[in-house]
Protein backbone atom coordinates (compact mmCIF):
# COMPACT_ATOMS: atom_id res chain seq x y z
CA UNK A 1 0.00 0.00 0.00
CA UNK A 2 1.60 3.69 -1.23
CA UNK A 3 2.41 5.60 2.13
CA UNK A 4 3.59 8.58 2.76
CA UNK A 5 7.74 9.28 3.63
CA UNK A 6 9.46 11.19 5.69
CA UNK A 7 13.00 11.83 6.56
CA UNK A 8 15.02 12.39 8.90
CA UNK A 9 12.69 10.29 11.63
CA UNK A 10 14.50 12.81 14.46
CA UNK A 11 16.12 16.09 13.79
CA UNK A 12 18.46 17.77 16.12
CA UNK A 13 19.54 21.05 15.66
CA UNK A 14 21.11 24.58 18.00
CA UNK A 15 18.51 26.97 18.33
CA UNK A 16 19.04 29.71 15.22
CA UNK A 17 19.77 26.93 12.82
CA UNK A 18 18.38 25.94 9.46
CA UNK A 19 16.53 22.58 9.34
CA UNK A 20 14.65 20.88 5.48
CA UNK A 21 12.75 18.71 6.84
CA UNK A 22 11.75 16.16 3.98
CA UNK A 23 8.39 14.19 2.70
CA UNK A 24 7.85 12.06 0.04
CA UNK A 25 3.90 11.93 -0.76
CA UNK A 26 2.61 9.42 -2.33
CA UNK A 27 2.88 9.16 -6.23
CA UNK A 28 -0.43 10.26 -7.56
CA UNK A 29 -1.26 12.95 -5.04
CA UNK A 30 -1.57 16.28 -6.04
CA UNK A 31 -2.42 18.29 -2.50
CA UNK A 32 0.61 18.61 0.17
CA UNK A 33 0.51 19.38 3.73
CA UNK A 34 2.64 20.19 7.08
CA UNK A 35 1.21 19.64 10.17
CA UNK A 36 2.86 20.00 13.51
CA UNK A 37 2.14 18.26 16.93
CA UNK A 38 3.98 20.12 20.15
CA UNK A 39 4.34 17.24 22.50
CA UNK A 40 1.16 16.40 24.57
CA UNK A 41 -1.02 19.37 22.39
CA UNK A 42 -2.96 19.08 19.31
CA UNK A 43 -2.07 18.33 15.68
CA UNK A 44 -1.99 21.73 14.46
CA UNK A 45 -1.88 22.63 11.00
CA UNK A 46 1.17 24.64 9.04
CA UNK A 47 0.48 24.74 5.52
CA UNK A 48 -1.02 23.13 2.13
CA UNK A 49 0.68 23.33 -0.90
CA UNK A 50 -1.30 22.50 -4.61
CA UNK A 51 0.11 23.38 -7.99
CA UNK A 52 3.45 24.21 -6.64
CA UNK A 53 2.14 27.32 -4.89
CA UNK A 54 0.82 27.61 -1.01
CA UNK A 55 -2.74 27.42 -1.31
CA UNK A 56 -3.62 28.15 2.05
CA UNK A 57 -1.50 28.41 5.30
CA UNK A 58 -1.93 28.64 9.14
CA UNK A 59 -1.08 32.10 11.73
CA UNK A 60 1.88 29.61 12.57
CA UNK A 61 3.19 29.32 9.43
CA UNK A 62 5.18 33.00 9.50
CA UNK A 63 8.12 34.14 7.66
CA UNK A 64 10.72 31.80 9.32
CA UNK A 65 8.69 28.94 7.31
CA UNK A 66 8.73 27.67 3.80
CA UNK A 67 7.73 24.88 1.60
CA UNK A 68 9.20 23.42 -1.32
CA UNK A 69 8.43 20.65 -4.24
CA UNK A 70 12.35 20.94 -5.54
CA UNK A 71 11.42 17.98 -7.61
CA UNK A 72 8.53 15.36 -8.93
CA UNK A 73 8.62 13.62 -5.80
CA UNK A 74 9.93 15.67 -2.67
CA UNK A 75 8.07 17.97 -0.61
CA UNK A 76 10.15 20.12 1.84
CA UNK A 77 9.96 21.67 4.99
CA UNK A 78 12.12 24.25 5.71
CA UNK A 79 12.77 26.69 9.02
CA UNK A 80 14.99 29.29 8.42
CA UNK A 81 16.16 30.02 11.76
CA UNK A 82 14.68 27.50 14.50
CA UNK A 83 13.47 28.57 17.72
CA UNK A 84 12.86 26.39 21.05
CA UNK A 85 9.31 26.56 20.59
CA UNK A 86 9.95 25.19 17.37
CA UNK A 87 10.62 21.80 18.71
CA UNK A 88 7.62 19.31 17.85
CA UNK A 89 6.98 16.53 15.94
CA UNK A 90 6.21 17.41 12.06
CA UNK A 91 3.75 15.41 9.99
CA UNK A 92 3.58 15.49 6.15
CA UNK A 93 0.26 14.33 4.42
CA UNK A 94 -0.92 14.15 1.35
CA UNK A 95 -4.27 13.90 -0.79
CA UNK A 96 -6.12 13.54 -3.90
CA UNK A 97 -7.15 17.07 -5.20
CA UNK A 98 -10.74 18.06 -3.20
CA UNK A 99 -14.14 17.51 -5.48
CA UNK A 100 -15.88 20.49 -5.38
CA UNK A 101 -14.03 22.51 -2.56
CA UNK A 102 -14.25 18.64 -0.01
CA UNK A 103 -10.99 17.83 2.08
CA UNK A 104 -10.28 14.39 1.41
CA UNK A 105 -9.15 11.93 3.02
CA UNK A 106 -5.70 13.17 4.14
CA UNK A 107 -2.81 10.56 4.74
CA UNK A 108 0.51 10.96 7.03
CA UNK A 109 3.85 9.95 7.31
CA UNK A 110 5.17 8.57 10.04
CA UNK A 111 6.79 12.14 10.92
CA UNK A 112 10.07 13.84 11.83
CA UNK A 113 10.90 14.66 16.02
CA UNK A 114 12.36 18.33 15.57
CA UNK A 115 14.52 18.49 18.71
CA UNK A 116 15.93 22.58 19.21
CA UNK A 117 18.48 22.75 22.08
CA UNK B 1 -14.94 14.60 24.13
CA UNK B 2 -12.27 16.27 21.80
CA UNK B 3 -11.88 19.89 20.82
CA UNK B 4 -12.96 23.30 22.73
CA UNK B 5 -11.54 23.47 25.62
CA UNK B 6 -12.46 19.75 26.75
CA UNK B 7 -9.72 17.96 28.78
CA UNK B 8 -8.68 14.65 26.62
CA UNK B 9 -10.65 11.52 27.66
CA UNK B 10 -8.81 8.28 28.88
CA UNK B 11 -10.42 4.84 28.60
CA UNK B 12 -8.85 1.38 30.02
CA UNK B 13 -11.05 -1.27 28.89
CA UNK B 14 -10.30 -5.11 28.59
CA UNK B 15 -9.85 -6.44 25.73
CA UNK B 16 -12.90 -7.72 23.96
CA UNK B 17 -14.66 -4.88 25.58
CA UNK B 18 -16.17 -2.29 22.91
CA UNK B 19 -14.47 0.99 23.50
CA UNK B 20 -16.51 4.31 22.50
CA UNK B 21 -15.36 7.87 22.42
CA UNK B 22 -16.40 11.46 21.80
CA UNK B 23 -15.54 14.44 19.87
CA UNK B 24 -17.62 17.65 19.57
CA UNK B 25 -16.84 20.55 17.18
CA UNK B 26 -17.78 23.95 16.66
CA UNK B 27 -18.02 25.25 13.19
CA UNK B 28 -20.00 23.73 10.19
CA UNK B 29 -18.22 21.25 8.92
CA UNK B 30 -17.36 19.06 5.72
CA UNK B 31 -16.35 15.69 6.60
CA UNK B 32 -15.33 14.30 10.16
CA UNK B 33 -12.49 11.92 10.32
CA UNK B 34 -11.03 9.61 13.00
CA UNK B 35 -7.10 8.95 13.17
CA UNK B 36 -5.40 6.94 15.43
CA UNK B 37 -1.95 7.68 16.72
CA UNK B 38 0.15 4.99 18.45
CA UNK B 39 2.72 6.46 21.29
CA UNK B 40 5.49 8.76 19.28
CA UNK B 41 4.40 7.58 16.01
CA UNK B 42 2.41 8.43 12.79
CA UNK B 43 -1.23 9.23 12.39
CA UNK B 44 -3.13 6.55 10.72
CA UNK B 45 -6.00 7.24 9.06
CA UNK B 46 -9.19 5.09 9.98
CA UNK B 47 -12.24 6.75 8.38
CA UNK B 48 -13.91 9.73 7.10
CA UNK B 49 -17.74 10.16 7.47
CA UNK B 50 -19.19 13.08 5.41
CA UNK B 51 -21.82 15.80 6.67
CA UNK B 52 -24.33 14.30 4.72
CA UNK B 53 -23.88 10.91 6.60
CA UNK B 54 -25.08 9.65 10.21
CA UNK B 55 -23.20 6.54 9.93
CA UNK B 56 -20.91 4.61 8.96
CA UNK B 57 -18.71 1.52 9.29
CA UNK B 58 -15.32 -0.13 8.19
CA UNK B 59 -14.37 -3.80 10.15
CA UNK B 60 -14.71 -3.02 13.93
CA UNK B 61 -15.16 0.37 13.42
CA UNK B 62 -18.59 2.37 13.62
CA UNK B 63 -18.64 6.40 13.01
CA UNK B 64 -21.39 8.18 13.89
CA UNK B 65 -22.16 11.95 12.95
CA UNK B 66 -24.69 14.45 14.61
CA UNK B 67 -24.43 17.70 12.94
CA UNK B 68 -27.24 19.14 14.63
CA UNK B 69 -25.57 18.53 18.04
CA UNK B 70 -21.78 19.30 16.20
CA UNK B 71 -20.88 15.68 17.84
CA UNK B 72 -18.96 12.11 16.42
CA UNK B 73 -18.70 9.04 18.46
CA UNK B 74 -15.97 6.47 17.81
CA UNK B 75 -17.03 2.96 18.51
CA UNK B 76 -14.35 0.12 18.20
CA UNK B 77 -16.00 -3.16 18.82
CA UNK B 78 -14.23 -6.22 20.27
CA UNK B 79 -11.21 -4.52 21.19
CA UNK B 80 -7.59 -5.92 21.37
CA UNK B 81 -4.33 -4.77 22.99
CA UNK B 82 -2.99 -4.05 19.62
CA UNK B 83 -5.85 -0.62 19.43
CA UNK B 84 -4.35 0.12 22.54
CA UNK B 85 -3.55 4.46 20.89
CA UNK B 86 -4.52 7.59 20.71
CA UNK B 87 -7.47 8.50 18.76
CA UNK B 88 -7.87 12.16 16.98
CA UNK B 89 -10.78 13.15 15.22
CA UNK B 90 -10.16 16.23 12.75
CA UNK B 91 -12.45 18.11 11.06
CA UNK B 92 -12.51 19.33 7.37
CA UNK B 93 -14.23 22.44 6.38
CA UNK B 94 -15.87 23.80 2.89
CA UNK B 95 -14.04 25.88 1.14
CA UNK B 96 -10.02 25.04 2.56
CA UNK B 97 -7.95 21.99 2.78
CA UNK B 98 -6.94 22.65 6.12
CA UNK B 99 -7.86 19.44 9.10
CA UNK B 100 -8.67 21.10 12.33
CA UNK B 101 -7.76 18.15 15.02
CA UNK B 102 -9.11 17.52 18.33
CA UNK B 103 -6.80 16.90 21.81
CA UNK B 104 -7.58 13.06 21.30
CA UNK B 105 -8.48 10.23 23.35
CA UNK B 106 -6.32 7.79 25.08
CA UNK B 107 -7.43 4.00 24.73
CA UNK B 108 -5.69 1.53 26.79
CA UNK B 109 -7.28 -2.28 26.19
CA UNK B 110 -6.07 -4.46 28.70
CA UNK B 111 -5.31 -7.63 27.68
Known amino acids: EPEVTQTPSHQVTQMGQEVILRCVPISNHLYFYWYRQILGQKVEFLVSFYNNEISEKSEIFDDQFSVERPDGSNFTLKIRSTKLEDSAMYFCASSDPPLAGDTDTQYFGPGTRLTVL | SQQGEEDPQALSIQEGENATMNCSYKTSINNLQWYRQNSGRGLVHLILIRSNEREKHSGRLRVTLDTSKKSSSLLITASRAADTASYFC???????????FGKGNQVVVIP
Open chain 2, 90 to 100: ATGSYGNNRLA
